[in-house]
């Protein structure tokens, strides 16, 4: 009887540590990770996106909690979208050519806040609160209106 009561906490010890340890490792692969303030980070193909990372007026497409996001840096400034067309949910790209967010499915365009500029896409994409962390680690937040 002592035998098995000591087997069954070392049973209990066993998998609580690798709980923990599984938790752990999720939480350091599980991309966009909410920080207590609700805002997540972007990561990119190689890892958490840095603002030092993007060029001056090149837009980059990210995974976060909130799913697909355009960030787009204009000199020092970072503007924040949903990458999902509101036409038919393909991922819009940043063209820096015709300073315009485009659509490559149906030809959509928007501009840099969102807006509609050309269908068939009705709907604006979404705005997102974006900063950059001290460690350079760009994070999104809420949405933000108009
Ligand atoms: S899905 Fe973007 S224009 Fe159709």
């Known amino acids: ?36 303030s609700g805002s997540n980070l972007l990561v990119g193909r190689e890892g958490p996106l840095s603002a030092a990372a993007l060029g001056e007026d090149e837009g980059v497409v990210a995974r976060s909690n909130l799913g697909k996001v355009l960030v787009i840096r204009r000199g020092e400034r970072l503007i924040a979208l949903q990458a999902t067309c509101t036409h038919l949910g393909c991922t819009v790209a940043w063209n820096s050519s015709t300073q315009q967010v485009e659509c490559p499915c149906h030809g959509a365009r928007y501009d840099l806040l969102g807006q509609v500029l050309r269908g068939p896409a009705r709907e604006p994409l979404a705005r997102l609160r974006v900063t950059a962390g001290a460690g350079g680690g760009i994070r999104v937040g809420p949405l933000l209106r108009g």
């Open 1 to 36: 009887m002592h035998r098995r009561v000591i087997n069954a906490f070392l049973g209990l010890g066993v998998v609580s540590t690798l709980g923990g340890f599984a938790g752990a490792a999720l939480a350091y692969l599980w991309p966009g990770a909410s920080d207590a």
